[in-house]
Each structure stands twice: as structure tokens, then as C-alpha cells.
């Protein structure tokens, strides 16, 4: 009988002699988590038991650890593939979840983006280039602040106006009155120049608050929501995308980082599969460290075919300029998302004719990279 398996790519930064050793260490610690020698039961050791396929050592002196984990250990549960991965394994600093290859039909069961890029494309009406997105900030803004900002990046066409993730229900901007304000800043703003502008609010607090908040908001004509998968649980971002299958969810990387696992998978490939729809990652040349070749590895991985999933957009982020637009056109192409939030509310006064020329350079077709 064939047993479904996950194959799991692990990194360890181990002496090469040293390195099989570990590897079967790992195999026991991420599946059955006692000594083999103590499993009685033939079925356990056969079946459940992850397996050391092979270790490939490597240039830079650590060594590739292919595993093969039972399926079985897993279900439907998001947060129980990413225990059975990497749970007790990501205590110990020796090593690294790299990459994961999962059986088609688990993938088909957390089931990917609800809407895709298509879907963020026929909300936007944006097609033929990428999305612009904004974020609301700084936090402790009043909701008035925050609607007239709504106002003024509406007003220039920004595609998808985003809270900042800090956004939660803070005493200047309680959940509630916040969302309400901005969303009907933005559907003014649509009816008075007929533009496509969305609102999505950042959700909060546990799956049944988020559930609640979700459900509130779509009463007001939202359909795309701002979620942080690693502070609130990639389980919650799966069951909200399975309860509202007709909504959006952009996916933030906050606390992506404390963890050893290669932004490529976690950014690029774990949060589609929960079902983000867009990934917001950290792009190289901004606050952040990541490579050129790591970004682009991320933007790869949410656009490929992989499972027959919907593709996600990538959002490069972090400190990006309406002076990089045409770089990161000819980077990432028109499948995509970019985010400018600090620096056109550095522009204070001239923030409206900073939007705008944020917006018409993503519209120059010809800097696109076909």
C-alpha cells in the first residue's frame, strides 16, 4: 500500500560527518518523538516514522536534508502541518526547514487563495499592470485622520488601501468606527471619480473575534482583509479563507522572521497555501536584509503553478519609493502588488500629488518587463 508522504527539505548546519546522524535525530523528533527502539507496534514504525532519503552536502559547509514525513500526522490542519514540520525541531539552532512538497491532495484541502490574482484583478479593475497598495499609519491616528487619508489615496486611484498591521482596536481608532469611516471614505471617493478602490482592514484578536470582525465589515461592502498569520495562526487564516470563500485576504509577514524557515517557503509557498491571496514580503534595497535572489524566489513561488491553486499576488515592501516604481516594474513584472505607505505620507501636504504620481508611474505600460 502506498502511504501519502510530505517531502521536507531541511538545512543543517552540522559537521558533513555528523550530518546523517542528525538527519535521523530529525526524522524522530518530527513524527513519532520517542526512541524506535521502544515502538512495539511494526505498522508506527513502517508507516509513521519520517524517513531519511538522502543528505547532500554543500558548498557552504552545511548539509540538505531530504525527509519524508507521513501524511497521516497532518489532517486538514494548518497548524498541525506546521507542527509535524517544524515544531519541536525549530528549538534547536542547528537547523533549518528549507522547502516542503506536499501530496496533491493535501494541498487541494487547505485549498489556496480564495480569489487569486484574477479575483484582486476584477476587484481593482486593474489589469495589465500591477496593483498599487498604500497602508493607513501611524497608529494612534483618529479615525477622522485615517478616513481622510482613505479620502486623498482614493481619490488618486490607489488600487488597495490597507490598515497599517499595528492597526487593532486601539482607544483612537476603535475597530468598529475606524472601518466604517474609511470604507465609506473609499466608496465616496469610487462613486465621485469611478474608480475601483478597496478598503482592507486588519483583523484581530482570536478566530472567533476575526470571524466577527470579517463578517462586520463585509456587511459594509469589504471583501478584502489585511491578516498577520504568524501572530494570529496559519489555522485562523485558513479557516476564515474557508468560511468566506468569496473574500480576499493579504497576508503580512510580522513575526515571519523568528523562526528558521526560508522565507521562500514560508512567504512564498506555506501562506498561498493557507489561503493568502497576496503576500506582503520585505523587499531587498528597503528596511529589511533580504536578498534579490530570495525576493524573487518568494514572488516565484506564489505565482507558479503548484497543485492547481490559485496564484497570489506578490507585494514587495519596506521602505519602498515612487522612485523605485520602475525598477520593481521591470523586477517583478505586472503580477504583482506594490506597497508605498511611509513614503508618500512623508510628502505631508503635497501627499495628494505624491499618490498620484505613485499611480500613473505603475500605469506606464512600456516600463513593464513583458
Not at 501519502?4 to 548546519?13: A, K, Q, W
Not at 522572521?257 to 520585505?282: E, T, W, Y
Not at 505565482?303 to 507585494?315: D, E, F, I, K, Y
Amino acid at each position: 500500500m502506498t502511504v501519502p508522504r510530505i517531502d521536507v527539505v531541511y538545512r543543517l548546519h552540522v559537521a558533513a560527518g555528523q550530518a546523517e546522524h542528525r538527519a535521523r535525530l530529525l526524522a524522530v523528533e518530527q513524527s513519532i518523538e520517542m526512541p524506535p527502539e521502544a515502538v512495539d507496534d511494526r505498522r508506527v514504525l513502517d508507516q509513521v516514522l519520517a524517513r531519511v532519503e538522502r543528505v547532500e552536502a554543500q558548498a557552504d559547509g552545511t548539509s540538505l536534508a531530504r525527509l519524508q514525513l507521513a501524511a497521516e500526522t497532518v489532517g486538514d490542519d494548518a497548524g498541525q502541518l506546521m507542527n509535524m514540520l517544524f515544531g519541536n525541531c525549530s528549538l534547536q539552532p542547528d537547523v533549518e526547514l528549507a522547502d516542503v512538497e506536499l501530496p496533491d491532495a493535501m494541498a487541494q484541502r487547505f485549498g489556496g487563495p480564495n480569489l487569486g490574482i484574477d479575483g484582486l484583478r476584477r476587484l481593482t479593475a486593474a489589469v495589465g499592470r500591477p496593483l498599487t497598495c498604500t497602508a493607513l499609519k501611524p497608529i494612534g491616528s483618529t479615525v477622522a485622520q485615517l478616513a481622510a487619508l482613505c479620502r486623498t489615496f482614493a481619490r488618486a486611484g490607489i488600487d488597495v488601501i490597507k490598515d497599517d498591521h499595528g492597526w487593532a482596536n486601539q482607544r483612537s481608532a476603535p475597530f468598529p468606527e475606524r472601518v466604517a469611516a474609511c470604507q465609506r471614505a473609499v466608496q465616496d471617493a469610487n462613486s465621485a471619480f469611478g474608480s475601483h478602490t478597496v478598503y482592507a482592514p486588519s483583523l484581530h484578536g482570536t478566530h472567533v473575534q476575526m470571524r466577527q470582525q470579517v463578517e462586520q465589515a463585509r456587511s459594509l461592502g469589504i471583501a478584502v482583509f489585511l491578516i498577520a498569520p504568524m501572530n494570529c495562526g496559519v489555522a485562523s487564516l485558513n479557516a476564515l479563507k474557508r468560511e468566506h470563500p468569496d473574500v480576499a485576504f493579504i497576508a503580512h509577514p510580522a513575526l515571519a522572521g523568528a523562526g528558521r524557515i526560508a522565507p521562500p517557503l514560508l512567504l512564498g509557498k506555506l501562506f498561498r497555501l493557507f489561503g493568502a491571496d497576496a503576500v506582503i514580503f520585505p523587499n531587498h534595497g528597503g528596511r529589511f536584509t533580504y536578498s534579490a535572489a530570495c525576493c524573487q524566489a518568494i514572488a516565484r513561488h506564489n505565482r507558479a503553478t503548484w497543485h492547481g491553486l490559485r496564484a497570489a499576488l506578490p507585494v514587495p515592501a519596506g521602505g519602498m519609493s515612487v522612485e523605485r516604481v520602475a525598477e520593481l516594474k521591470s523586477e517583478y513584472g505586472s503580477d504583482c502588488m506594490l506597497l508605498i505607505g511611509g513614503s508618500l505620507l512623508a510628502a505631508g501636504d503635497r501627499l495628494a500629488e505624491r499618490s498620484r504620481a505613485f499611480v500613473a508611474a505603475v500605469a506606464r505600460r512600456e516600463e513593464v518587463d513583458a
